[in-house]
């Protein structure tokens, strides 16, 4: 395997070399970067600088480029690594995006850097890539310029969105085992319908058995699978009916997915689903933990209180908290605490409105907003451990509640088959 000598700068800013075994120079990055290193210079075995491919200006469309959050937080990790370590923002910004893979986002960094080059603040540039770096990402940046403190701003920013992301992940996780067994349950009753069920109607109709009415709405949706929602055959009139049925469900679901993203929508949704038993306390313990770290990042950073809520307000997206903290705006901008209004607004629990005061009166705001995030995160993991545990005998009585009532409607006209022919 090549060994390539490497020069790099570690997570504390000092400047750190040697060697490592890759299969490439691409590869030997990867690995220095899984340990905390930025990458300044890197040579192969006979001492020339391996350097990356370098990809051509995009103009236009890319088929497939896109830049991820992830990306884009390992990227203000790095920034901040680097002017940490005293090197110059231009300086800092051409080295990221002279080792940066993804095509797109080097394009972007590029623009960037040439901004920055002719005179604009860092975060002018960035505010004019506003689908990867959205308000609070330039907001953060733009008071760590105008305090003069933007390494430290970076470096919060950078474990603020390394978090975020984790409980992102972990609730995602949690929905894996709950999709795998409906979509296992989707095709096991459609088999059912489609296959058994007809086979049974075929030797009740041959056998003139009376069906019972639970025997008689299970054939029913078996036909209605069959006719509408299945070809007959292959020629127009065969396929007529299916287009009809998959129309007026793709038409169903984008006119559901439309009203859903309309605000009238999102806020009947979003009162529902905080009503929900388990569900409701589930969705309120993440988005508090959001708002707690975004709201505490902000203020650490410097933004100005008012300017903090709006841009927290923009990043939640349940409405019935982003509602609420349109009303704390307004009052607080009236001169009342931050912790009255949001201990009115009947969607904070007591705790966090109790140490918000404490942080207000104590002049700590900030530090005790990151301590009510430190704990709900916590907060956060026990949910999911505690909603999987509801979920997965949920869905297995579910299945199995499914699945026995097709069989029982099957058997059942059998069973009165069988008696007549004893004569029971």
Request: avoid cysteine; charged fraction near 20%.
């Amino acid at each position: 395997m090549p060994e390539f000598k490497y020069t790099a700068i570690d997570r504390n800013g000092q400047q750190a070399s040697g060697k490592v075994d890759a299969d490439s120079a691409d590869d030997a990055r990867k690995k220095l970067m899984a340990k905390g290193l930025m990458v300044t210079a890197l040579a192969g075995e006979a001492g020339a600088a391996a350097k990356p491919v370098a990809a051509s200006p995009s103009k236009g469309f890319r088929f497939g480029a896109k830049v991820t959050q992830e990306e884009v937080t390992t990227m203000a990790r790095q920034l901040a690594t680097l002017l940490m370590a005293g090197l110059p923002l231009l300086r800092a910004l051409e080295l990221i995006h002279k080792q940066e893979r993804n095509p797109a986002f080097k394009d972007v960094l590029g623009q960037i850097a040439e901004s920055v080059s002719q005179g604009n603040n860092f975060s002018e540039a960035l505010a004019a890539h506003p689908k990867i770096f959205d308000r609070l990402f330039v907001n953060m940046i733009k008071a760590g310029e105008a305090g003069g403190v933007l390494d430290k701003v970076l470096e919060r920013l950078a474990g603020f969105r390394e978090k975020a992301q984790r409980i992102q992940k972990k609730v995602k996780s949690a929905m894996v085992y709950p999709a795998v067994v409906v979509s296992v349950a989707v095709v096991i009753v459609i088999v059912l319908l489609v296959k058994v069920v007809p086979a049974f109607q075929n030797l009740l109709a041959a056998q003139k058995t009376a069906m019972p009415p639970l025997t008689a709405f299970v054939i029913g949706i078996s036909q209605f699978l069959q006719n509408w929602m299945l070809p007959s055959e292959l020629s127009v009139t065969g396929l007529l009916r299916p287009v009809i049925a998959y129309g007026v469900i793709f038409g169903g679901y984008t006119g559901a997915k439309v009203w859903l993203s309309s605000k009238a929508g999102k806020q009947v949704f979003d009162r529902v689903i905080f009503k929900l038993p388990k569900v409701g306390g589930f969705v309120q313990i993440v988005t508090v933990s959001r708002f707690a770290r975004t709201f505490g990042t902000l203020m650490s950073s410097g933004v100005p209180i008012l300017q903090s809520i709006n841009i927290t307000r923009d990043t939640l997206s349940n409405v019935v908290i982003a509602d609420s903290l349109e009303r704390v705006h307004d009052r607080v901008r009236d001169g009342e605490p931050l912790s009255v209004p949001l201990e009115q607004s009947g969607v904070f629990p007591q705790m966090v409105t109790s140490m918000i005061q404490v942080g207000e009166e104590t002049g700590q705001l900030p530090e005790m907003l990151n301590r009510v995030a430190d704990i709900y995160d916590e907060e956060v993991d026990n949910a999911v451990g505690a909603l999987t545990s509801i979920i997965e005998p949920v869905l297995i009585v579910f299945l199995a509640v499914v699945v026995g009532t097709i069989v029982l409607a099957m058997f059942l006209p059998l069973i009165t088959l069988i008696t007549q022919m004893t004569g029971g």
